[in-house]
Structure formats: C-alpha cells, structure tokens
C-alpha cells in the first residue's frame, strides 16, 4: 500500500507499465474547490484547459493500466457563474498570494450547465479510451441548494472507461437481489399500453431486463422445472446506483463513499491485483482495496491529504493474505 507525494502526472510515470489492473479515482471538479496547493487541478481558467490537463493524466494512467484494465472515474458537473474564483500563483512569507481567476468562460453564460463529465468523457474517448458506460450516482440526501428556478442536483457521474475493447470485468461479484425470483411472479396480471386493449394471461418466458431467463442475465442461473422457471435471486447490476454521501471528520473536502469504490474493485480486479487513485484524496479507494486483498497505489498532491490516507489505510486491518504476501 503506498501513498505517492507529488503531483500525479510526473508520479504515474514512476508506475511501472501495465502493473495495474483497475482505477478508480474522483479528480477534483472543475472550479468548484480550492485545495490549497500552488499546482493543483481543477481551477483552470477554462473548461477546456481542466479538460486537455485531465487527459494528460489519464494518459499517464493509461500506461500503468494491463492490457485488460478499467477505468472507474467519477466526475460532478458545475454551473458557469459571473464572478471570479481564486487561483493559487505564489507562496512568499505572508501566505498564498491570490488573483482572481476568469469569469463565464468564452462560448457560456451566466448559470450555464457546463456540461464538464461528458466534455471530459468524450475527450478521453477521442484520445483512445473506450467509454463504455456512463453510470448514474444516485445520491437520496444530496447538499441542499437554494435554488427555485430548477431542481436539487442529486446526482454525480461514474465512467467506465477501457484501454481495450476487451477487459476483465467481473459481473458475477457485484450482481444486485432480483426483484422477484420465479416465473410465476411475472404472470397472470392484466396490464394495459396506451391506445390497446388490456393483455392478460401467463407470457411463454419471463422477458424482463431483456432477457429470457430473467434478470439474472445469465441462463445458468435459470432452470426449467415444467412450466416453471427457477432463479437464484440476482440479477446484473444496473447502471443506477443509490448511494447515500457521507462524511469524513478529517478533511473539509468531499470524499467517496466506500459504497461507490466497492463494486468497482470488485468487478475491476482479483484479489492481489494492484488497484491505482491518481487523486487519493482520503484515502478511500485504498481503505477498501486493502479490504478486499488488493494492493493499492495512490498519488496525492497536498501532503497533508496524503498523510491522511496513508493513515486511514494503516488503520484498516490487514488480511491475512496480505499478511503473507508481505513475508515472502
């Protein structure tokens, strides 16, 4: 488990190449924190110079990724506003010297969406990544905004992005309870589609999600048993998740939830696999890799954060597999 200090695009070329099997990390987003480091990303002047900086990063993690590895990457998106934000130029004797950065960026208005998860999503996916699914966080106690002219944002962003069109994910590991589990509670109600006369009776298979043998997505979990199919009560897992936030005493900045990084380490990687966050942040990804007998790489920039999250990850108990591996 290691916690690498310095800024992420010079660190991610000290990774060796293709050592890691998955990433998941939540970069900062675009002009919406101040971090309280010189160099840090996210308060760029433009949409596109935090979007051409992102890319360049991904770069980096792109090399250290297998041939088979993911990307897990989640991204917020935030609103264009007429006044300035403070960008860090210098530090001298008296503290961080502040200017004021740009207002509305060229090609925006005032209150403007900016749109920057897509902008982000498909500059990756022009540079060589394959983008191959956009993920909704659901969030049920989103932060309150005092807003009236449009409804509480309550959702965030989660890529999946591939270095090849063919990568190792594990569907098996993260499926989902099924909402019912045999045939018989897909049949017999009457039911209506606008314009046409109610439909009744049993349906030959139960078509649900797409698929003749339920929402299990796989036929290996279904068995015929006379006019009766039988399923174990999973399903694949679907591309919205309800995930609560939740706070860290430790740092005035947002965290993941370990909710969220839980089912893309388990999909993304094998137990022993090296799992990467190039914005460690917390600590987070690391805690729950060390969980779930992965290694764990992370590069942060603010030393106190990576103090932090080196911590957190020391904290949490170390598997005995781990333990082993560490003897040897």
């Known amino acids: 488990m290691t916690v690498i200090v310095g800024d992420c695009r010079e660190s991610l070329s000290n990774i060796e190449p293709g050592s890691v099997q998955t990433c998941i990390t939540s970069p900062p987003y675009f002009g919406l924190r101040d971090y309280g480091h010189e160099e840090q990303l996210g308060l760029e002047q433009t949409p596109d110079e935090y979007v051409a900086n992102m890319v360049d990063v991904f770069r980096g993690v792109r090399d250290a990724l297998a041939d088979d590895g993911t990307l897990w990457l989640n991204i917020g998106d935030s609103y264009a506003a007429n006044r300035p934000y403070q960008v860090h130029q210098t530090k001298g004797a008296a503290g961080h010297t502040l200017t004021a950065g740009s207002t509305v960026p060229d090609g925006l208005k005032p209150k403007d969406l900016i749109g920057i998860p897509w902008r982000l999503a498909f500059a990756l996916q022009a540079d060589g990544w394959w983008l191959r699914q956009d993920i909704i966080w659901a969030k049920p106690n989103p932060m309150p905004e005092s807003v009236t002219d449009r409804c509480t944002k309550s959702h965030e962003y989660l890529f999946l992005l591939t270095k090849r069109a063919r990568y190792y994910y594990d569907h098996e590991a993260i499926k989902e309870p099924a909402v019912a589990t045999n045939f018989h509670d897909y049949t017999g109600t009457s039911y209506q589609a606008p314009g046409q006369s109610?439909?009744?009776?049993?349906?030959?298979?139960?078509?649900?999600?797409?698929?003749?043998?339920?929402?299990?997505?796989?036929?290996?979990?279904?068995t015929k048993s006379g006019n009766e199919y039988q399923f174990d009560g999973t399903r694949n897992k679907r591309d919205v998740w309800t995930i609560a936030t939740k706070p860290f005493a430790g740092a005035h900045f947002a965290v993941m939830p370990e909710a969220l990084v839980e089912p893309c380490i388990l999909a993304g990687s094998r137990p022993g696999d090296t799992v990467l966050d190039p914005f460690a942040g917390s600590g987070t990804v690391g805690v729950v890799a060390k969980r779930h007998i992965r290694r764990f790489i992370g590069c942060e920039l603010n030393p106190e954060y990576a103090s932090m999250a080196e911590g957190r990850i020391m904290n949490e108990p170390e598997s005995l597999f781990m333990a082993l591996e560490g003897e040897r």
Not at 204 to 221: A, I, L, Q, T, V
């Open 198 to 222: 109610p439909q009744t009776g049993n349906r030959k298979s139960p078509r649900f999600g797409g698929d003749k043998y339920g929402d299990s997505g796989d036929p290996k979990h279904a």
